[in-house]
């Protein structure tokens, strides 16, 4: 039996709104379809070959009808001051060169579809980049500016405009070639059990997908919204801000955000979205 | 299910005269590496003595202690919210379970229930990798703790 408490104002809401007593049964992600300034975005798709899914639901399915609209018109998603605060920041000059975003990227729109297919391989530095990396790429190499933080309101505004730019774009990022070897590494983590509680990112998101554990909606894991505008954060945060928060309930000691592990983690979990929508900024709870 | 199981344990178990010898360090708590597994299943309490009911209830419901709601469902625990449903609902667990095998799955599910399990061990020392330094060496549960979780579950019967 399931009691639906939807007297909270979504936004004013930390917890998530349905309560279950006595054993429901799965309640699985729901039918409802996003459509976002009249673009379609693709929350479910067939599975690629090979996955451990038969479907992939973007984590958007797995949420509250209340914090599902929030990100179905940009004016009522919280994330868009920060995107508008990054806006700015894309044309104001930085660091010894003199230089804005815009002097040699005249349109953010330049970035489209770049964000469907991160992280991707950079062959100067031979290991692959996140988005944050070829933010700070750009502000350290060609506006002799200092690198942003990862976890950076300047950084998660940039990195949500930039991902915007990409949104509706279908998630595929390459794992062969020089990323076969951090796909595989990736993988690695995702099945390593970690933590006194001992768990693996599968036995929540790959085996447990659809049911409740407590108050939270367990989805498959899916990056494609990052950076995310977490209701319980009241803020924007990383995709590694992200598996750092699992890693804690776990008890386990995270790995740094921009690490190895978290960007072959980063790679290994995007592919398991290949085919949804990018839908960043997307708005969680 | 598994009474088959059951009998043939509860036989040997017959058959032996003491099961477990005391860990050092625990005095008369038997330590987590000491426990004793016969037939997935753990016959000796493992503080030697019965756990109290009433405790465990709340170390049941308790999110830094058991937590048990986060993952099972359970009928008397209702005046509390979220219950989870990752784990199968506990009520009546008594009657589908010895204490001997309750016991087993709390100290070591990996042991008494599959290896695969989300469910953690709640009083085992070795756990996953990575382990966050404050629980380093530690087990989730107290021997106590576990005994008394026991005593409330055994409570859970259906009528």
């Known amino acids: ?285 | 299910m598994k009474s088959g199981k059951y009998l043939a344990a509860a036989l040997l178990l017959a058959s032996i005269s003491s099961v477990g010898l005391s860990g050092v360090a625990y005095g008369e708590t038997t330590a987590p590496d000491a426990v004793k597994f016969v037939d997935d299943e753990v016959s000796k309490s493992l503080t030697g003595a019965a756990g109290n009911v009433e405790s465990g209830r709340k170390v049941f419901a308790n999110r830094k202690q058991g937590n048990c709601l986060a993952c099972h469902a359970n009928k008397d625990l209702a005046s509390q919210p979220f219950h989870g449903e990752v784990g199968p609902p506990l009520d009546g667990v008594a009657d589908r379970y010895e204490a001997a095998a309750l016991r087993a799955i709390l100290v070591n599910s990996k042991i008494a229930l599959n290896e695969d399990t989300i469910m953690p061990s709640f009083y085992r020392l070795k756990n996953g990798v990575r382990t966050a330094d404050k629980f380093v060496g530690k087990t989730v549960l107290s021997a106590e703790q576990v005994e008394d979780v026991l005593a409330y579950l055994q409570t859970l019967k259906d009528e």
């Open chain 1, 1 to 285: 039996m399931k009691i639906g408490l939807k007297t909270i104002s979504a936004l004013a809401c930390t917890l998530c709104v349905s309560v279950a007593v006595g054993g429901s049964a799965y309640a699985g992600p729901d039918d409802s379809s996003l459509i976002i300034e009249g673009q379609n975005i693709a929350t479910d798709v067939k599975a690629p070959e090979g996955s451990a899914f038969d479907q992939l639901y973007s984590g958007w399915r797995f949420r509250a009808t209340e914090t599902q609209s929030l990100q179905e018109d940009d004016f009522e998603n919280p994330a868009f001051v920060a995107v508008d605060q990054a806006i700015e920041e894309f044309h104001n000059v930085d660091g010894s060169a003199g230089k804005s975003c815009a002097d040699c990227h005249s349109d953010v729109s330049d970035f489209k579809d770049v964000r469907a297919s991160l992280p991707r391989w950079n062959a100067k530095t031979n290991k692959p980049e996140t988005l944050e990396n070829i933010i700070n790429e750009c502000r350290t190499e060609r506006m002799g500016a200092k690198a942003w933080k990862w976890e950076s309101t300047q950084m998660l505004g940039m990195t949500a405009l930039v991902g915007l730019q990409s949104r509706g774009s279908a998630v595929n990022v390459q794992t062969d070639g020089p990323m076969a070897e951090w796909f595989e590494r990736g993988k690695k983590l995702y099945y390593t059990r970690v933590g006194q509680l001992d768990m693996s990112c599968a036995h929540c998101h790959e085996n447990n997908f659809g049911t409740m554990i407590r108050a939270d909606h367990l989805s498959q894991g899916q990056v494609n919204g990052f950076p995310v505008y977490r209701l319980k954060w009241q803020g924007l945060g990383s995709i590694h801000r992200r598996f750092k928060g699992c890693m804690d309930n776990i008890r386990a000691k995270p790995y740094k955000r921009g690490s190895d592990e978290f960007i072959a983690l980063e790679l290994y979990v995007a592919s398991r979205g290949a085919g949804l929508s990018v839908e960043t900024p997307s708005v969680r709870n």
